[in-house]
């Protein structure tokens, strides 16, 4: 039994394709500027913490989630899946001690029109299944707070988003 073996790892003639397919998109983000690939890593982990409030990650969260993280950093459909389901990961192992942190993070190296477009993206990822629930709704309150924008900016991004409230459709919040 050679060395690699005993730990567990494969020569790379020996990876699986699949593997390989993740390495090569792995290399592809790791040309981005590090700032912005940082960024995009905040952003899509904070749009996995709405996603993930309710302990279940609709399949329409998903698709709304690779969308936007393809949108706003100029990714390829395979690479957004791949951070999408890097931070998504990331979220249910690690979500409750470092939402803060990243909360804070993103607060501290954004613009005041890239937080915005976060809320709006993060309202965008809670109505993808056809219904904002009060926990997600609270989840967003929470990170716009922790982005220290002020409440009216919160309710005229919410109010955008009015009829996907499950409280304005007559159906109960989780």
Known sequence: MSFLDWLGLKPPRDRDPEADVV????????????????????????LARVA????????????????????????SASQAAMVIEVAR??????GPTHNF????????????????ALLHCLFAVAAADGSITGDEEE?????????LLEDRDYLAVRSG?????SVMQGRPGK
């Open 139 to 147: 989840e967003i309150r929470t990170i716009s707070r922790g982005l």
């Open 23 to 46: 390495h090569r998109i792995s290399q592809q983000l790791d040309s981005m500027d590090p700032a912005e690939a940082r960024h995009l890593a905040l952003f899509a982990f904070l």
């Open 161 to 165: 988003f009015g009829e996907k409230r």
């Open 52 to 75: 993930h409030v309710d302990m279940v990650t609709e399949p329409a969260e998903i698709a709304e989630m690779e969308r936007l993280v393809a949108t706003h950093g100029g990714l």
């Open 89 to 94: 990961a990331t979220q249910k192992l690690l």
């Open 101 to 116: 942190l990243a909360t804070r993070e993103f607060r501290d190296a954004a613009t005041p029109e890239q937080k915005l």
